[in-house]
């Protein structure tokens, strides 16, 4: 495994990212990456998924506060649909929700993008979006995303705090199909007044630090 989070430099350049890309491209014995706070953003993530599809043994891979944006997520998609070994991708803390209402929808985009990645993808077991304030219809892409898809086991979603009655009633829909062997971090639940509600619930996979850093 290779950690190397929240590191001190100032502000990276993209030859920075290419000299990761290079190491990573043809590593045969890194199973697990963590680049946790690097600042990627989507020059980056470009750089680094572009040799990382070269990689057939990367299993983990943390990118978590990255402040990786729509673009970002494009380049991550493709990466998705490429791989065959990686089991694990980790997106906790990417929101870009700070610069108002232009960006918040930006991120649908960047949504769609990721279920389109989850839709094509066949190796993948866990995934981590918490809290990245992905609004009600990004939820919905996402869920269309995992509903045809029969290899994700773990999803750890909570802490986007745009749930509204659509992305609630596809999760629900959702999770009735994947049945036991599906492990959500929230569970959907009918209120005394009838409605439906969503709340958070941890669990975990079976051999889940198999899936962490």
Not at 63 to 74: P, V
Not at 192 to 203: K, N, P, R
Request: proline share 1%; with cysteine; net charge negative.
């Amino acid at each position: 495994m290779l950690n190397v989070d929240d590191p001190q430099y100032k502000l990276p350049e993209q030859n920075f990212f290419t000299h990761f890309g290079k190491m990573f491209k043809d590593n045969k014995g890194l199973r697990k990456i963590s680049m946790r706070q690097h600042r990627l953003r989507f020059e980056g993530v470009s750089i680094l998924t572009y040799y990382l599809q070269d990689n057939s043994y990367l299993e983990v891979l943390d990118l978590s506060a990255n402040q990786i944006c729509f673009q970002g997520m494009m380049y991550l998609s493709e990466y998705l649909e490429s791989t065959k070994t990686l089991k694990s991708i980790i997106l906790a803390g990417n929101k870009i929700k700070e610069a108002g209402i232009e960006n918040y929808n930006l991120f649908l985009i960047g949504a769609k993008h990721f279920a389109r990645g989850i839709y094509k993808n066949q190796s993948i077991v866990h995934v981590d979006l918490t809290n990245n304030s992905i609004n009600n219809e990004g939820l919905c892409r996402i869920a269309e995303g995992l509903s045809t898809n029969n290899f994700v086991q773990s999803l750890k979603i909570f802490l986007n705090n745009e749930w509204g009655d659509e992305s609630i009633s596809m999760f629900k829909t959702l999770l009735s199909n994947k049945g036991t062997d599906f492990y959500p971090d929230f569970v959907i639940y009918e209120t005394e007044t009838l409605e439906t509600d969503i709340a958070y619930l941890e669990t975990h996979i079976k051999n889940e630090e198999d899936y962490l850093v």
